[in-house]
């Protein structure tokens, strides 16, 4: 009987179910926090609901609703939108050797979930677990947004129900950096990874005088350009510490 649990516990879909669970912690006073702003701006519930089924992407629905509060000009507001989701490029990149063996319709699915929640799960267990097959890595992302994406989409339903009910007191906003936090973190084992997010930072405060929050594109785009060249400039090094250690 123990065995049987045992093996349950490993599984990958348990694995996966465990491992995205924490997430719903924050993921729903941010849909909340979403959903009364959109209602706040103007959108109704079905409106709201929508864009967070069609988008499915928490910081780009936040940027681009905080540009069309301000009336940015709608070109402005997809690009920011567009900048601000240029990491899932990233993550499907990073992604692709582990689940690009997967069927298509399995994949298009994957393209729709890949979220930062999902992504840094998945990372991280196929790291842990090199020997999972693509069926058990699919099994695995799947069950990460299990739970997470269902209550996003209920939440941001529930907080544009709520409307302008929500009392000012309720600061719902502190799910926004701790959810950031929480999956960044544990993720900056690298230099290169410690230089983009210190670039990032920087950078973010040095042209946050800039309109429509144009800074963060500065930063964003900035941050990956540090972070690569970093990572090339470690990988040139690494032989060179390699041939001094075997000459010791």
């Known amino acids: 009987m123990s065995a049987n649990l045992s093996s349950h516990a490993r599984s990958p879909m348990w694995q996966g179910i465990t491992d995205g669970l924490p997430f719903v912690l924050v993921i729903l006073p941010f849909g909340v ?3 009364v702003l959109a209602a706040e701006a103007g959108l109704n519930m079905f409106e709201a609901l929508s864009f967070s089924i069609v988008v499915i992407a928490g910081a780009a629905q936040f940027t681009a609703l905080q540009l069309l509060g301000e009336h940015v000009p709608t070109l402005l507001v997809l690009t920011s939108a567009l900048a601000v989701n240029l990491r899932m490029v990233m993550y499907s ?3 692709t050797p582990h689940l ?3 069927p298509l319709w399995q994949r298009v699915f994957i393209a729709y979930f890949t979220i930062d929640q999902s ?3 998945a990372v991280a267990a196929y790291e842990r677990n090199p020997g999972w097959s693509v069926p058990q890595k699919v099994t695995y992302f799947f069950a990460t947004v299990a739970m997470i994406c269902p209550l996003w989409y209920l939440s941001t339903a529930f907080g544009a129900w ?3 009910g929500v009392p000012d007191g309720l600061a719902l906003d502190f799910a926004v950096p ?3 936090i929480a999956m960044i973190g544990p993720m900056l084992t690298t230099g290169a990874h410690r230089a983009a997010a210190l670039t990032s930072v920087v950078l973010s405060l040095i042209f946050n005088f800039l309109p429509f929050n144009l800074g963060l594109i500065v930063a964003g785009i900035g941050a990956m350009i540090i972070g690569a060249q970093v990572e090339l400039w470690l990988e040139r090094r690494a032989p060179v510490q390699a041939g001094k250690g075997a000459r010791q």
């Open 33 to 35: 926090l979403f959903g």
């Open 93 to 95: 990149a990073s992604l």
């Open 100 to 102: 690009g063996a997967a």
């Open 119 to 121: 992504y840094a799960c």
């Open 162 to 164: 709520l409307g302008n």
């Open 178 to 180: 701790i959810t950031f």
